[in-house]
């Protein structure tokens, strides 16, 4: 399921709740997060930076406790990195506007912007805070319970 929204409607804040209240649960939850950034985890000389820049197409990172995985690729798609994650009960992917995959929109009256959901009728459902006059089902945005209800249902 798709998360997403304008800027500053709180897309982050409700994808953090719904993973703590879907893994609360017992489901296995995995994230996917897009960004228009030019974001570099690597610090420039470190090994793993030294493995990429001479060209690794992957380079995990491992410790005793967690791993990073990073791998060169031209605009991965959901349909990619789909691919690339462990078997799970739920992937929840923040940031995706277009797109076919099922998506909830997180709307705020205060961004001052008009909800996607209202000419995006691939947005399923609309978490907000007031009314935005959509035709897609409305959810509270301050009921996280309600909203994995939903989401769990679809």
């Known amino acids: 399921m ?8 709180g897309k982050t804040t409700l994808t953090a709740a719904l993973v703590a209240e879907l893994v609360r649960r017992g489901l296995r ?17 470190t090994d793993t930076h030294r493995h990429r820049m001479a060209g690794a197409q992957q380079v995990v990172l491992a410790t005793d406790r967690r791993l990073t995985l990073m791998e060169e690729a031209e605009a991965p798609d959901i349909a990619h990195l789909l691919t690339r994650l462990a078997p799970c009960d739920v992937v929840l992917a923040e940031g995706w506007k277009a797109g076919r995959h099922p998506r909830i929109e997180v709307w705020r009256p205060e961004t001052e912007r008009a909800p996607l959901a209202r000419t995006d ?3 399923l459902a609309v978490a907000a805070t007031g009314d935005p006059e959509v035709t897609q089902p ?17």
């Open 29 to 45: 939850v995995s994230t996917l997060k897009h960004t228009h950034h030019a974001v570099d985890l690597e610090v420039p000389g």
């Open 121 to 123: 009728p691939t947005i």
């Open 138 to 154: 409305v959810l509270d945005l301050n009921d996280v319970g309600r909203i994995a209800d939903w989401l769990c249902s679809n």
């Open 2 to 9: 798709g998360v997403v929204g304008h800027k500053n409607a």
